[in-house]
């Protein structure tokens, strides 16, 4: 499904709810913008400036973060699926 929104997905090198995020998306072939705050420190001082903390993951959905892979997970599923 096509989508109308700007999509950025924050992760972190190792966080166990980043890979749930990410499996999920792959397990459904759905393809976001990822930006890894472990290797970017631009994307880690946006994601602070914007999000107002250092919490991955984080999926930037028009510009808004929406934290908790759950919640992330829960949001594709009602939007991209």
């Known amino acids: ?3 109308n929104h700007e999509l950025t997905l924050y992760v972190m090198t190792g966080c166990p709810y980043c890979m749930k ?3 999920f998306l792959a397990d459904n072939s759905v ?3 990822e ?3 472990s290797t970017d420190t631009e994307a880690e001082q946006t994601l ?3 999000g107002g903390k250092r919490q991955v993951p984080c999926l930037f959905i028009d510009g808004k973060p929406l934290y908790e892979s759950s919640d992330i997970i829960a949001w594709v599923q009602e939007n991209l699926l």
């Open 1 to 3: 499904m096509a989508t």
């Open 21 to 23: 995020v990410k499996r």
């Open 31 to 33: 393809t976001v913008p």
């Open 35 to 37: 930006c890894n705050i």
């Open 48 to 50: 602070i400036a914007v």
